[in-house]
C-alpha cells in the first residue's frame, strides 16, 4: 500500500464520483492502493444512495476501517429549497434526515446539502424572501446534522453558493455553527467570478472560518464544452472540465497557497471530472490526481514558511 499524506500534514480524500465506472467497494480499494486518506461519497445511485440499507452501509464502513481510510464527507444531492414546493423541500428533509444516519455509520463528520438545484432554474438576482426561504430550510437541516454531531456546508457552485457575498448572507441568516462552505475553486472559475479564497475572503471575509471542506478539480473557460457535458449545470456559461488538474486555468496553486496560508486544515478532496482516457482508467487518474495534488500542497506548504508568505492572504479569523 503507498504512503499516506503525512509528510504535508494534509488529509487528501477521493471523490467516488471520480470512479463512477465502478462499484462502491471498488471505490474503496482504489483510494488505499493510491494512498489516499479518505473517501468522500459523492451519493450517486450506484455508490450510496439514501435507500443504502444499514448492512450494506455497515460493511462499506468496516472496509473503509478496515482498508485504513476514513469518511470526509458525505456529498448528498439534497436541497433545491429555493426551486421546489414545500411539499417537496419536506421530503428532501427527510432524506437529509436518512443521510445524516449513513454519515453516522460512516463517522463522517460533513453532508453537503443545496440551497438551489445547482443553478440550472434559479437566476441573480435572489430575491431577499427567496434567500430568507431556503435559510429556514437548512436552518431544520443543520439541527439535524447536529443531533448527531455532524456539519452540514453549501458547495460554492451555481447559483447562490457561487456569489461569495450571498451565499455568506445565506449562512448568516442561517446563524448555526455547524453550517459553512464547501470550497471549490474550479466552481468559482466557471461561474465567471474570482475563485481565489484571497479575493472571495476580500469579498466576504466571515466566510473564512466557514470552509469546512475543500473539493480540487480543474477547467478551462476557453475550451469548448465537449457534447458529453452538454446540459451540465456547472458549465452554464461554457467550457469544459474534462481536465486533469493542471490542465486547465484554474489557479490550482494559488488556491492552496490560500488556504494553506490562512491556517485551513480540513479535507482536500480530488473531484476531477476527466473521464478515462485510452491509456487512463478512472483508477490511474485517481493515482495520478494524488501525485498532482501532493505535489501543489507541498509547494503550498513552502510558500507557507517563506517570510511574509502569510501576509499575502486574508487570515483565518479577520479582524
Not at 432524506?95 to 454519515?103: D, G, N, W
Not at 482508467?281 to 510558500?303: H, V, Y
Request: glycine residues 8%.
Amino acid at each position: 500500500m503507498i504512503a499516506r499524506t503525512a509528510q504535508t500534514g494534509s488529509r487528501l480524500s477521493l471523490v467516488s464520483k471520480v470512479l463512477q465506472d465502478r462499484s462502491a467497494e471498488e471505490v474503496i480499494d482504489v483510494a488505499a492502493r493510491c494512498g489516499y486518506d479518505g473517501v468522500e461519497w459523492f451519493c450517486l445511485p450506484h455508490q450510496l444512495p439514501a435507500d443504502t440499507s444499514e448492512a450494506m452501509a455497515r460493511s462499506l464502513a468496516a472496509r473503509t476501517r478496515d482498508n485504513g481510510l476514513r469518511t470526509a464527507c458525505l456529498s448528498t444531492y439534497v436541497g433545491g429549497f429555493a426551486d421546489l414546493p414545500d411539499d417537496a423541500c419536506r421530503r428532501q428533509l427527510d432524506e437529509f434526515r436518512r443521510y445524516v444516519e449513513l454519515a453516522s455509520i460512516f463517522d463522517g463528520p460533513l453532508l453537503r446539502i443545496w440551497p438551489d438545484n445547482m443553478g440550472r432554474t434559479l437566476r441573480e438576482p435572489v430575491p431577499n424572501e427567496t434567500l430568507d426561504r431556503v435559510a429556514g430550510y437548512l436552518r431544520e437541516a443543520a439541527g439535524l446534522a447536529a443531533t448527531a454531531g455532524r456539519r452540514m456546508a453549501v458547495e460554492m457552485h451555481l447559483t447562490i453558493g457561487a456569489d461569495a457575498v450571498l451565499v455568506s448572507r445565506l449562512l448568516d441568516l442561517v446563524d448555526c455553527a455547524n453550517a459553512g462552505v464547501i470550497y471549490d475553486p474550479a466552481n468559482v472559475y466557471l461561474a465567471r467570478r474570482p475563485h481565489r479564497l484571497s479575493e472571495i475572503l476580500a469579498a466576504a471575509p466571515r466566510l473564512a472560518d466557514r470552509i469546512f471542506h475543500v473539493q480540487l478539480k480543474d477547467g478551462d473557460l476557453d475550451r469548448p464544452t465537449p457534447p458529453a457535458f452538454q446540459g451540465e449545470p456547472t458549465l452554464r456559461f461554457g467550457g469544459d472540465f474534462d481536465l486533469l488538474l493542471g490542465e486547465g486555468k484554474v489557479d490550482l496553486q494559488g488556491a492552496l497557497d490560500d488556504l494553506v496560508a490562512t491556517g485551513y486544515d480540513g479535507w482536500y478532496s480530488v473531484e476531477t471530472h476527466a473521464l478515462p482516457r485510452p491509456t487512463m482508467d478512472s483508477a490511474a487518474i485517481a493515482a495520478n490526481e494524488i501525485r498532482t495534488l501532493r505535489s501543489l500542497l507541498e509547494r503550498a506548504t513552502t510558500a507557507r514558511a517563506t517570510p511574509g508568505a502569510a501576509a499575502r492572504a486574508t487570515p483565518r479569523n479577520p479582524a
